[in-house]
């Protein structure tokens, strides 16, 4: 089975090729458009741009994705003027293009530059060997998330191929089943275009949703039983990173920032030894969390100290140090916690802030140290931000919930997973 997957969820566009084989994932594309460059000057994601930029760029990232996937293949005459070479038969096909074009114009009718670009793909190139699109519904960001589905709607009418709705929480959690394969492997992979394998999960799991949006723990008994345990109940760890790192001065997106100059801290050594932030509900009985506090505790230090001290790249540096550290010990702990609970037997991780070394480390170590028998899991990084992989694996296990009755398709920005 080839999945067509697209993710506009949230400020990158999104569109990869999954082959499933013998229950095998081949990730034969996996193109995400970035829009860092764009957002940068506002320090958040502005989502009116956001949606611009979906519309700009998910042709040229579908047309890519095809590319590298060997899938694309230009129309050639006879193709599109098929039978005799009669004046009336190449009329019939011309009105049936032009009646297929208008209906595409009234499914993207408010999407106009995503129409334009989108017609002019449809025309030129040959109908892809995919037999499904899997497209992230929710939850996100609601003008983006309606462009990903209005293009998933589009084509699956232009192709007559069934589309199924994703849950993006859930996609998150899917890309442990993208692991890595070993160093040996990698140099054949390579040539092959095979990057990847499955990973074998062992039941019950909790998992750690942590991105720009959520954070969440789930208790997973199996594929597609899901309960929130414990989450935010205010800002996410990521818009946490976010919103301390611009409070430093650091751009956009703040996890790698912050992440970036806590490294630096290693290298010289800091005579600034006073910052302590506070590890918010830490200690509390439940598995929720609360990352606001540990915002405002930045921003109290940061306008208590003399210009000269806040803007010293040293204050930087050890600020940044202990915002991440404090992230960290509360997303352990919490998370380990649930962990001997629920008597689970794999902890796994998701989401952007997954990507961060200390993180990934840190648990490591800390389930070690603990003797913990606990497999745990973490995608690739480039796995755990967002990508459209994951939601061609989430498109797999959901594909029952697949129609071609495209119009049901609609974005939920608020959708739950349980
Ligand atoms: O999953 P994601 O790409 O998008 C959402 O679904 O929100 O997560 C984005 C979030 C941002 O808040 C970003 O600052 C954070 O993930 N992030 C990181 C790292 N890379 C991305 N946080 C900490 N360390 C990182 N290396
Ligand atoms: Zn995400």
Redesign the pocket.
């Given at each position: 089975m080839i999945i067509l997957a697209i993710d506009t969820?949230?400020?990158?566009t999104c569109c990869s090729i999954l082959e499933v084989q013998d229950s095998q994932f081949k990730i034969r594309s996996n193109i995400v458009s970035s829009q860092v460059k764009i957002h940068q000057k506002y320090g958040g994601v502005y989502p009116t741009l956001a949606k611009r930029e979906h519309q700009r760029n998910l042709a040229l990232v579908l047309k890519e994705s095809l590319l590298r996937a060997r899938l694309l293949k230009s129309k050639v005459k006879s193709q599109v003027f098929r039978g005799p070479h009669s004046a009336g038969s190449r009329m019939g096909q011309e009105s049936k293009i032009q009646l297929k074009t208008q209906k595409l114009k009234e499914i993207l009718k408010r999407e106009e530059i995503l129409y334009k670009k989108l017609k002019r793909f449809l025309v030129k190139y040959q109908k892809p060997r995919i037999d499904i699109i899997a497209v992230t519904i929710g939850p996100?960001l609601e003008p983006c998330l309606w462009q990903g589905v209005n293009f998933a709607r589009a084509l699956a009418f232009w192709w007559n191929l069934p589309v199924v709705p994703v849950n993006?929480i859930e996609a998150?959690i899917f890309a442990n089943w993208l692991a890595p394969i070993s160093e040996k492997s990698k140099v054949k992979s390579q040539k092959s275009k095979i990057q990847i394998k499955n990973q074998k999960i062992e039941f019950p799991a909790v998992c750690l949703v942590?991105?720009?949006?959520?954070t969440q723990l789930i208790l997973t008994r199996r594929i597609g039983n899901y309960k929130i345990i414990g989450e935010t109940r205010d800002d996410?760890?990521?818009?946490c990173?976010?919103k301390t790192?611009r409070i430093l001065g650091l751009p956009?997106?703040?996890?790698?920032?912050?992440?970036k100059m806590a490294t630096k801290i290693k290298i010289q050594k800091s005579k600034i030894k006073d910052i302590k932030l506070p590890r918010p509900m830490i200690n509390s009985k439940n598995y929720d969390f609360s990352f606001s506090g540990l915002k405002t505790a930045v921003l109290y230090d940061f306008k208590k100290r003399p210009k000269e001290v806040r803007s010293s790249k040293e204050y930087v540096r050890e600020m940044a140090r202990e915002i991440?550290q404090a992230?960290i010990d509360v997303l352990i702990k919490k998370t380990i916690k649930a962990a001997r609970d629920y008597r689970v037997k794999s902890i796994l991780l998701?989401?952007?802030?997954?990507?961060?070394?200390?993180?990934r480390k840190q648990f490591q170590s800390k389930i070690k140290n603990l003797k913990l028998k606990i497999n745990f899991l973490v995608p690739p990084?480039n796995l755990?931000?967002?990508n459209a992989a994951m939601v061609g694996v989430a498109g797999y296990f959901n594909r029952k919930k697949a129609t071609k009755n495209y119009q049901k398709i609609k974005a939920l920005p608020d959708l739950r997973i349980t």
């Amino acid at each position: 089975m080839i999945i067509l997957a697209i993710d506009t969820s949230c400020d990158d566009t999104c569109c990869s090729i999954l082959e499933v084989q013998d229950s095998q994932f081949k990730i034969r594309s996996n193109i995400v458009s970035s829009q860092v460059k764009i957002h940068q000057k506002y320090g958040g994601v502005y989502p009116t741009l956001a949606k611009r930029e979906h519309q700009r760029n998910l042709a040229l990232v579908l047309k890519e994705s095809l590319l590298r996937a060997r899938l694309l293949k230009s129309k050639v005459k006879s193709q599109v003027f098929r039978g005799p070479h009669s004046a009336g038969s190449r009329m019939g096909q011309e009105s049936k293009i032009q009646l297929k074009t208008q209906k595409l114009k009234e499914i993207l009718k408010r999407e106009e530059i995503l129409y334009k670009k989108l017609k002019r793909f449809l025309v030129k190139y040959q109908k892809p060997r995919i037999d499904i699109i899997a497209v992230t519904i929710g939850p996100g960001l609601e003008p983006c998330l309606w462009q990903g589905v209005n293009f998933a709607r589009a084509l699956a009418f232009w192709w007559n191929l069934p589309v199924v709705p994703v849950n993006h929480i859930e996609a998150h959690i899917f890309a442990n089943w993208l692991a890595p394969i070993s160093e040996k492997s990698k140099v054949k992979s390579q040539k092959s275009k095979i990057q990847i394998k499955n990973q074998k999960i062992e039941f019950p799991a909790v998992c750690l949703v942590v991105s720009g949006g959520h954070t969440q723990l789930i208790l997973t008994r199996r594929i597609g039983n899901y309960k929130i345990i414990g989450e935010t109940r205010d800002d996410a760890a990521g818009e946490c990173f976010d919103k301390t790192a611009r409070i430093l001065g650091l751009p956009y997106p703040g996890g790698p920032s912050v992440a970036k100059m806590a490294t630096k801290i290693k290298i010289q050594k800091s005579k600034i030894k006073d910052i302590k932030l506070p590890r918010p509900m830490i200690n509390s009985k439940n598995y929720d969390f609360s990352f606001s506090g540990l915002k405002t505790a930045v921003l109290y230090d940061f306008k208590k100290r003399p210009k000269e001290v806040r803007s010293s790249k040293e204050y930087v540096r050890e600020m940044a140090r202990e915002i991440q550290q404090a992230i960290i010990d509360v997303l352990i702990k919490k998370t380990i916690k649930a962990a001997r609970d629920y008597r689970v037997k794999s902890i796994l991780l998701g989401g952007g802030v997954a990507a961060n070394d200390e993180l990934r480390k840190q648990f490591q170590s800390k389930i070690k140290n603990l003797k913990l028998k606990i497999n745990f899991l973490v995608p690739p990084k480039n796995l755990c931000t967002d990508n459209a992989a994951m939601v061609g694996v989430a498109g797999y296990f959901n594909r029952k919930k697949a129609t071609k009755n495209y119009q049901k398709i609609k974005a939920l920005p608020d959708l739950r997973i349980t």
